[in-house]
C-alpha cells in the first residue's frame, strides 16, 4: 500500500503571499495530499514556496530557502513562485516555477478561499486571510512588485461575501483584507467593506495594510456605524513625510492630504468616545529611510508627521535599490548616503513609538 503523499508550503514576504499560501495548500489537499506542518517531520513529495522581493534581503531568503530545500529533499517536486528572481535556480532538478499569472489562473476556482484544514499560523486564532486584490500599475520608483505582478485582479464583491459567509460558518470570528494595492481593487475598497458588513456575520474585520488613497469618507461613516466590528488598528504606509520625495517616489498623494486624513480619524475618535463607543485608534506605518537624495530636511519632516500622527508601530526600511526601477538609476547617479546615517535615521523612526505622543484629539498643524 503506498503511504499518503505529503506536502509543505513555505511563505515570504507580505500577507498577500501568505494568503496564496493558504490556497495552494488547500488546492492540494483538495487533491488528496496530506499537509506536513515543519520540515523534517518525514518524507516530502511536494513543497510550494512563495517568495519575496520587495528588499534584496527578502530575496536572497527566498532563493536560499529553495536551495537548501533542494539538497534536503531531493525528490520532491518544488514549486517556486512569488517575486523572487528564478535565472540562477531554475536549472536545479525537480524545480517547477510557477509565474504569479499562473499562480493567479490555478487559484481563482477557489473565490480566496481555504479551510482551517491547511492549519496556518492564523486558523487556531480564528482569523482569515482574505486576498481580494493582486497586481500593481502604480510603478512606485523603488518598488519592484509592479514588474513581477502586472495583471490587476480583483474579487467580486458577491464572491467575497460568499466566501467570508463560508468561513463563519467554519467557525472563523474575524477576517484580515489583504491586496497588494487595494487602491486598485476595482469595485471599490469602501464598498466592499460595506457589503461585508451588511451582508455577513463576521464578528471583525481587520486589515493587512491601506493605501491612504482608500480613506474616504465613505469608508470613515462605517466605523460610526459599525464601530464594534472594524479594527480600529489601520497600517497605513506614507513611506516619507516629504513632498520632494514622495514625488520621487511616484507616491500618489501629498503631506497636505496624509494630514487631512489623519485628522478625519481623529475628529471621528473624538465623537465615538463621547457617544459611548469604542473610539481609540491606533496606526502603523512603513517609512523609507535613505531614498536617494533625501536630505537632512527631508528626513526631519518625515520624523515630524510619524511624532504629530502617533504611530504606534513603524516598519522602518532603509532603501534597497530593486533591479529595473527609477529610483534605482537615482541611486546610481546621487551622492550615496552613508551607513551610518541610514542607521542614525532608521533608529530615530524606530525610537518615536516609546516616546510620549500628543493627545489622539491634537490635529496636524503645519
Same mark, same amino acid.
Given at each position: 500500500? %503506498? ?7 513555505? %511563505? ?7 494568503? $496564496? ?19 523534517? =517531520? ?7 514556496? %512563495? ?7 527578502? $530575496?536572497?531568503?527566498? !532563493?536560499? +530557502? ?21 535565472? +540562477? ?18 487559484? *481563482? ?11 496556518? +499560523? ?10 481580494? =486584490? ?12 509592479? @514588474? +513581477?505582478? =502586472? ?21 472563523? =470570528? ?31 474585520? *481587520? ?25 480600529? @488598528?489601520?497600517?497605513?504606509? !506614507? ?6 520625495? &514622495? ?24 465623537r465615538l468616545v463621547k457617544e459611548g463607543d469604542r473610539?481609540? @485608534? ?11 537624495? $533625501?536630505?537632512?530636511?527631508? @528626513?526631519?519632516?518625515? &520624523?515630524n508627521i510619524c511624532q504629530k500622527i502617533g504611530f ?7 532603501? *534597497? ?8 538609476? &537615482?541611486? $546610481? ?8 546615517? &541610514? *542607521?542614525?535615521r532608521s533608529q530615530k523612526i524606530r525610537s518615536i ?14
Amino acid at each position: 500500500m %503506498n503511504p499518503l503523499k505529503t506536502f509543505l508550503t513555505i %511563505n515570504f514576504g507580505c500577507r498577500v503571499n501568505a494568503a $496564496e499560501t493558504n490556497q495552494w495548500s488547500q488546492t492540494l489537499i483538495n487533491q488528496g495530499l496530506t499537509p506536513l506542518v515543519k520540515e523534517g =517531520q518525514g518524507r516530502l513529495d511536494i513543497i510550494f514556496i %512563495n517568495t519575496c522581493a520587495v528588499t534584496k534581503k527578502g $530575496e536572497k531568503e527566498s !532563493i536560499n +530557502k529553495i536551495k537548501l530545500l533542494n539538497k534536503q529533499y531531493p525528490k520532491a517536486k518544488i514549486y517556486i513562485s512569488g517575486c523572487a528572481n528564478f535565472d +540562477k535556480i531554475k536549472h536545479l532538478k525537480n524545480i517547477i516555477i510557477v509565474d504569479n499569472d499562473q499562480k493567479e489562473k490555478t487559484l *481563482s476556482t477557489l473565490k480566496s478561499a481555504y479551510t482551517k484544514k491547511i492549519n496556518d +499560523k492564523f486558523s487556531h486564532t480564528h482569523r482569515y486571510l482574505l486576498k481580494v =486584490q493582486s497586481g500593481c500599475s502604480q510603478f512606485c520608483s523603488y518598488c519592484i512588485v509592479p @514588474f +513581477k505582478r =502586472q495583471k490587476i485582479y480583483s474579487l467580486s464583491i458577491q464572491d467575497a461575501v460568499n466566501t467570508v459567509n463560508n468561513v463563519v460558518n467554519d467557525n472563523y =470570528q474575524e477576517i484580515i483584507i489583504t491586496g497588494v494595492n487595494l487602491d486598485q481593487y476595482n469595485p471599490g475598497f469602501s464598498n466592499l467593506i460595506e457589503s461585508l458588513l451588511e451582508k455577513t456575520n463576521i464578528k471583525l474585520i *481587520s486589515f493587512g495594510s491601506i493605501p491612504i488613497n482608500c480613506i474616504d469618507q465613505k469608508f470613515i461613516n462605517l466605523f460610526s456605524k459599525y464601530p464594534n466590528r472594524l479594527s480600529h @488598528f489601520l497600517h497605513i504606509p !506614507i513611506q516619507s513625510g516629504s513632498d520632494k520625495i &514622495l514625488k520621487l517616489m511616484n507616491r500618489p498623494y501629498t503631506i497636505k492630504e496624509i494630514k487631512q486624513k489623519f485628522d478625519k480619524f481623529k475628529k471621528l475618535m473624538l465623537r465615538l468616545v463621547k457617544e459611548g463607543d469604542r473610539g481609540r @485608534f491606533e496606526f502603523g506605518t512603513d517609512i523609507i529611510v535613505g531614498f536617494p537624495t $533625501e536630505s537632512d530636511q527631508d @528626513f526631519d519632516k518625515t &520624523l515630524n508627521i510619524c511624532q504629530k500622527i502617533g504611530f504606534s508601530k513603524i516598519h522602518t526600511f532603509k532603501y *534597497s535599490p530593486r533591479p529595473n526601477t527609477k529610483a534605482r538609476l &537615482l541611486f $546610481e547617479n546621487s551622492p550615496k548616503i552613508s551607513k551610518e546615517i &541610514l *542607521s542614525h535615521r532608521s533608529q530615530k523612526i524606530r525610537s518615536i513609538i516609546s516616546q510620549n505622543r500628543p493627545p489622539s484629539h491634537q490635529k496636524l498643524e503645519n
